[in-house]
């Protein structure tokens, strides 16, 4: 099953879970409130594997950049959105626990595509509490002008995270939001090449996302 398909069944079954059940004995209810907005969204995240990254780029640290939809309905949300992080660092070995950089130039690209389902609680005022759960397509890729044929890498795979934050009204169709992201990446890193030797396998991690929401 495809991270699209899985979306469309989270977000069938966030629709049927608002539906008024009060139908079922004949009382009057009031339709369910849908809205949609536009997400933009800046992450510093922490990658997991400290040898791989410190290695290539100095540091396990990267920023992500990216935006997205949400939609509510009531008390519940979906939402889709994709992400990037690009950096060129250097190629690398391990030995031991440590990892050593070679010179030679090496760009990374990271693209996650993730869908989160989950809950916003009762507002404090402005401030709304939020926390959710879902899937993501995450692809890698390491490019280098000195790479050789089959040197390069081009991988995807599945991951799943946690998010919980909150977000402020500022504006009627403006708020502005922040929150913890936790994803687990398996099947990318780890299976051959630095991360292999330094048995690293995760290419999630976690990240102190901002964002800037607008819509009602």
Known sequence: MTAANIALIVVAGAIASASPVAAQTGSPVDPPRVSIRLV?????????????FGAIFGQAVGALFGGGAHVDV???FVEGAVSRF???GERA??????????????????SPVEFVAGYRFRPFRSITPY????????????TSPSAEFGE????????WLLVAGAEIRVHRWLALGADVHY??????????????????????????????????
């Open 86 to 88: 690009h950096r060129t």
């Open 93 to 110: 070995f391990a030995s031991g626990d440590e990892g050593f950089g070679l010179d030679i130039p090496l760009t990374v690209t990271i």
């Open 152 to 159: 390069e890498v081009d991988e995807r795979h599945v991951g």
């Open 131 to 142: 926390a959710g759960t879902g899937l993501g397509m995450y692809r890698y890729t390491e």
């Open 74 to 76: 009531d008390r519940l």
């Open 40 to 52: 933009a969204t800046f992450a510093v995240e922490r990658f997991p594997a400290d040898t791989t």
């Open 183 to 216: 994803s687990y990446v398996p099947g990318i890193l780890g299976e051959g090449g630095l991360s292999k030797e330094a048995d690293e396998k995760s290419l999630g991690g976690v990240a102190a996302r901002f964002r800037v929401i607008v819509g009602r």
